[in-house]
């Protein structure tokens, strides 16, 4: 299978399976894309017609050309992955290596398009305790067998809402860690409204990565992250942001927005972030119920395609202006990605990776929590709603007929079995407004990369 484009001036030509990713001229191009259903003559013949300034046997080369690398398994190579799809998530059941901590179902903030319902899950509002989150971590290393590196992250709600709680829990991991043979990996996820000196000098101690919540732009931000008396809160918020940034000394870190029907230019916000001075961003498309007024529509997708289409652009005009910067769907490594078992079982959900809610119930993962269908257990009893772990254990490329013939399967590994579930009713449907999406950001991602690589070479 292979899957061709042009953007950003390059002919690009992606080969499925094998990953391979080619950047070609105009006539290996054109003769690629009738090489499957034409004959040697044919196809000569063919490009001949097209480009009489081209010999024949510069054509006979180029075809030649395409031929060797077919046969060095780089072009239109066959898909030989199926009876792998479920070897990782067989080899590993049982193994959980990462736990989103709800440590908070409140927040400060009242944002109209919280897939969370304001914090609290649809349910009532509740901190963890210090209790409940040891022995999730207790949990956490009691079933992640082997694995020395362990994720958790501290989600809400607003987690600094109950902060104190976070810092003894991080306390108590560090204490255990070496005994154990174990590393935890602590993310902190934040709106900022409570981050301090104190908050500030802890993240960029403890946290392997911060994520900042900041939908980019002032009016497009204040339109929805709003306290509870109705006030905007970027002004509040930003330079905090800026001040943890800059003390952070590097390490990781994310400005997270989230762009909606509101906002479908979200391109706009990207540049206002760029002005703030942050260089790791990421803009992701809204999750609300159907009906929502922030929803996404088909009117806005052409937009959101384009914008896509021109954050690339604007990112490769910063490298060659020397201030790079990241945004995390871009983010794609053509030689040493994911594994192919893991690139056709999916992201890990409901089985090596749960959300904790504040009372210790088990969720397959944040975007679940308050469904009460796919509660699979607590963190005292472990999971005994196997069959909904089964489910997601099932979850991967081969599970959907839809995504069988689909260029994009072996870079979104089926896509995400929440919005699936939350758009089709199934954790094995298909979310094809995200499909689109997804497949032009990637498109966008492998350009990016093909311009990185061809300015390395000069």
Request: glycine fraction near 8%.
């Amino acid at each position: 299978m292979i899957h061709q484009y042009q953007l950003g001036g390059y002919n690009i030509v992606l080969d499925i399976c094998s990953g391979a990713v080619h950047a070609v001229d105009e006539v290996a191009y054109d003769i690629i894309e009738i090489f499957e259903t034409n004959s040697r003559d044919e196809v000569i013949s063919k490009i001949g017609e097209k480009y009489s300034e081209i010999s024949k046997e510069e054509i006979e080369e180029c075809y030649d050309q395409i031929v060797e690398l077919k046969n060095d398994g780089q072009l239109f190579a066959p898909d030989t992955f199926e009876d792998k799809a479920g070897v990782l998530k067989a080899k590993t059941a049982g193994v959980v290596k990462a736990l989103c901590l709800h440590i908070a179902h409140t927040c400060n903030l009242n944002c109209s398009y919280c897939f969370a319902s304001q914090g609290n899950y649809h349910g009532e509002r509740a901190l963890m305790s210090f209790e409940t989150g040891k022995r999730a971590l207790d949990f956490l290393i009691e079933n992640s067998g082997t694995r020395h590196n362990l994720e958790v992250d501290f989600f809400g709600g607003e987690p600094l809402m109950n902060f104190d709680v976070v810092k003894k829990l991080v306390e108590y991991a560090r204490n255990i860690e070496k005994e154990k043979n174990k590393n935890f990996r602590f993310t902190l996820t934040t709106n900022g409204m409570l981050i301090d000196d104190d908050v500030i000098d802890f993240a960029n101690r403890e946290m392997s990565n911060v994520v900042l919540s900041l939908d980019g732009r002032k009016e497009v931000h204040d339109r929805f992250r709003v306290d509870y008396a109705g006030n905007g809160s970027w002004e509040k918020i930003v330079p905090k942001f800026q001040k943890l940034v800059k003390e952070r000394g590097g390490k990781n870190y994310y400005m997270r927005g989230t762009f909606t029907h509101a906002n479908p230019d979200f391109l706009e916000d990207i540049k206002t972030m760029l002005d703030l001075g942050f260089t790791e961003l990421s803009m992701e498309p809204v999750v609300c119920e159907p009906g929502n007024p922030s929803e996404l529509t088909e009117a806005d997708l052409p937009v959101v395609l384009d914008q896509y289409e021109k954050l690339a652009e604007l990112m490769i005009e910063h490298d060659k202006k020397g201030t790079p910067f990241t945004f995390y769907h871009y983010m794609i490594d053509l030689e040493d990605g994911p594994c192919i078992y893991k690139r056709i079982s999916g992201c890990g959900s409901g089985t090596e990776y749960m959300a904790v809610t504040p009372t210790g119930d088990l969720y397959p993962c944040h975007q679940f929590v308050g469904e009460e269908d796919f509660k699979l257990g607590d963190i005292w009893n472990g999971v005994n709603n196997t069959s909904v772990q089964q489910s997601f254990a099932e979850c991967n490329v081969y599970a959907r007929p839809e995504c069988r013939d689909c260029w994009a399967k072996l870079y979104c590994s089926g896509g995400c079995a929440a919005n699936a579930y939350h758009s089709t009713g199934s954790v094995k449907g298909v979310y094809k407004y995200g499909c689109e999406l997804f497949k032009k950001r990637m498109e966008c991602a492998v350009m990016v990369a093909v311009d990185r690589a061809f300015r390395e070479e000069e």
